[in-house]
């Protein structure tokens, strides 16, 4: 394998790659701003340059040291090569480049939502000179509306294109482009078409420094104060893996995980909005029972107890049970769920809520190669695939909601234990009708509406980002997601509800269901990766390289 | 060295009132596209050759020698293209006008030849944008050109058809720049590419292009015609031909004038120019961007080798602009900054940020809000710049260095002298360390 020298650490590497990719595979930092992996490679910023020793053509042996700076972005590995980013001619680039990008930038680091996780205060503190030397009068940029979700603070704009290039590249939509030339020159929108493309946000998050803002989080937290937990996308089939960043119990936001596979750098809009559900206003959060023909607020004992007698009582009264899955939990609760259901009633039938699909797949591209750069999926909900994988395993009866509705009607199916969608919309019309007449209904669920109004039993459960477990994409591969925030207040996953159903003694663990799963012939959850807990603020910068 | 009279300008007069359109049937009179069809003739690899015998460099400014340039092209790989730097956009330069304002067949026939050395299937004329009336005379000479054959047709034994287009650019200093005329020619903004891959792997439209200076181009006829040796005869062994060199500026007598390569600056402007109007001072001998010649470098021999010897980046574009003792070094210094903050493209940083901030404290000098540490960042803002030392990715903000740079190593102390006074009682000015 070849090998070469960067700042005197003996690096290997395969193929084709840059010095920068060579250095950044191998954890040494070189300062970059307009590198990055996801986008073409343009060499302006010119903070990577060092000096580079190469192998003589005619005598490998020797090596020749090339006289001007070359950029480490753009300078293709070579076997036995050296490259020095701390050289003193490195540094001085290094010093002047910070200095020059520092001339007409306003400072404005308190204000600034980008404070802590940007590149020019990082990069400042690390090759930067401390000092100005700058006595002129400052250019000062305006403030720009470019989105729904986007704000442009000009003047932090350090002109590194990366996100011309995301819009022209990745999202293929182009809405943005430099105008003007030279030092007067800006980013900007063109008139009336705006940054709305469905990973239109990823902007933000390639944006090195607090030029692109997230309208949603402005000004709402300083990101020091920021937890990261890694995850996956609860609103789409996609499987996007993302990281939650959170605070006491509060999600600020949502920003990618790299995934080659999958997301690569990037998330959809949907993805990166789609958590507001967690702090809904309307959340339920006590079990409640119908008792005497109005609801009640009962404790959690109580509420097991009662869930216990009136699926059993339901089967000995001679009538049988329904189990109804939801796509939005994770494929361990849906085991146990059923597990629970079928452990009353052997002959129960298994349904799942119905999953939504709006329109079809986007299928973006990037318009000069043609080639697919991301697909913003249609089915929003993250686990139909591992409801479905679960229902195959215990099989005997499984049936459609349709289906399902015939059996209710028929008085064959007289009580059900029912896990709902967090998205009480359009699409879960047809199955409020199905459970029309059922005598009992165990409804699990965050929020009210409708089939809460039915419920002879509400158990308040937590959303995705309050517990762990696994979620399987549309193409089957399964994801481990771990809790980010403590569930509200008396709110409990629905995973330990039936894991106390079932009569076990101890808490609920994902890695003791996934043993048991893995036990019943399951193999595919014996090894789930975890993906690494807690990040660092410096890692969650890497992390958004 | 010997220089008998105009080669590239020999159909034009000196005499200003007798200059007129040549046109095609004009052109063919006296001698024109004889070198055209002698090439048809040839092997495309034998004129390749007499090129490179005959020494031609690069008018454009870099002088790299054509013929070697010529041979990058990736080989059986077409379809191949031409793109003729007609931007001229260089202040103090205006030779390529002055030739094809009135001699556009000379350029023509240069591209039609080639063409044919290189199978070219399409030739991309990019003129600046400003050169309105130029551009209609060269779209009138390129149909005469198509009717008579020159375009249009495949050469010989081959089915690859010359075509040409005249292209004109949207007035921009960096369209000039090679790559930068690419993308602009393939309507996108004139941002200077990185490299690799060199233009003739694949230039425009990715294909592989060669990029030459019309003037450049315009030498072959006569190498064609009469042979590398005859062209080798003019000008130094470094630097052979003609040359067309325009002189502005504090002169008598502005204009285009043609001369052998090595040349003396002073004899130039006294044999054809007229001499200096009042005492010379400095003079830019190669258009802004190679830096300043200083007073006592008069008789600079205008060639390739000129830049080590007299402290400039090299001969640039030959064009001199004269500036007598009433010059003000630091205004010409301002305006030229201005010049470059207003022309960079704004890709790399150095040359963005470095050309407006080195441009505002010159502003400030030189309305007497000077310091005396100015100068010394001044000029490490200036040797900052540009692809020699690598910091960027074009050679507009080597301009900006070599600017800066000379002005101030060469005129130190009407720098000094533009700083406000009481500032520098007592306090050391200095250039670079060195003390003025
Ligand atoms: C900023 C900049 C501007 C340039 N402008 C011109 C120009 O206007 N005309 C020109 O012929 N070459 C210009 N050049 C040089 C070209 O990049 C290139 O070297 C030349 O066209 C090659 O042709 P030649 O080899 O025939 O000289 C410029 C270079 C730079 C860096
Ligand atoms: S807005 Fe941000 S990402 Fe876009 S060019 Fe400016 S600094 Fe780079
Ligand atoms: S050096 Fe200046 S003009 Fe050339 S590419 Fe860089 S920014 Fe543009
Ligand atoms: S990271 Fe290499 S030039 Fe910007």
Redesign the interface.
Known sequence: MPTMEIDGKKVSFEGKKMIMQVAQDNGIEIPAYCYHPGLS???????C?GEIESPDPKDPTKLVRVP????TC?TPAVDGMKVYTKSPKSRA?QK??ME??L??HPLDCPVCDQAGECYLQDYSFKYGRGES?????K?KNPKKDVGNHILLYADRC??CTRCVRFTREVSGTSELA?F??????EIDIFPGKPVNNPLASNVIDLCPVGALLDKDFLFTQRVWFLKSSPSISPVSSQGENIYIHHNQGRIYRIKPRFNQGINKWWISDETRYGFEFVHAADRLRVPERLQFGSSTEISWDAAILHADEDLRGAVKAGGGLACILSPFDSTEEMFLQIKCVRSIDPQAWIAMTPVRIDGQDIVLKNPQTGAVTYTVKAEKAPNRKGAEKMMAHFGGNICTLGELHEKVKNKKVTAALLSSDPFPAAHVADYRQVLTGIQTLIRLGTRGGAVYERSTLSLPVCTWAEKSGVFENFEGRIQAFVQAIPPLDETRSAGSIFWELLGNNGPYDVRTVRGLMVAAGLNDYGNVAIPEGELKVEEMQFAAL | MAFNGPILLKRIPDEASQRKLIRYDDYVASGGYKAYNQALAMKPEDIINVVKDSGLRGRGGAGFPCGVKWTFLPKDIFPRYLAVNYDESEPCTFKDRYLCEYDPHVLLEGIAIAGIANRISASYIFIRGEYHTQAKILEEALKEAYEKGIFGKAYPGTDIVHHCYVHRGAGAYICGEETGLLEALEGKRGWPRIKPPFPAVAGAFAKPTIINNVETLACLPYIVENGAAAFKAMGTPTSSGPKLMGVSGHVNKPGVYEEELGIPMGKLIEKYAGGVKGKYKAAFHGGISMGVLGTNQYDAPLDFDIGKAFGVLGLGTACVTVMNESTDMVKVARNCVRFYAHESCGQCTPCREGSAWAYKMLNRICDGRGKAKDLDLLLEIGLAQGIMPGTTICGLADGTNWVIKTILQKFPEEFKAKIKAESVQGVDVTVGGVKV
């Open positions: 490679i343009v060499a302006s910023c010119r903070i340059l001007k700076l070359m950029p753009q680039n002047a480049v020059f990008l001339i007409n030397r700058f006595e002129e009068d250019a350090i002109m430099v003007g030339r030279g030092h007067k020159e």
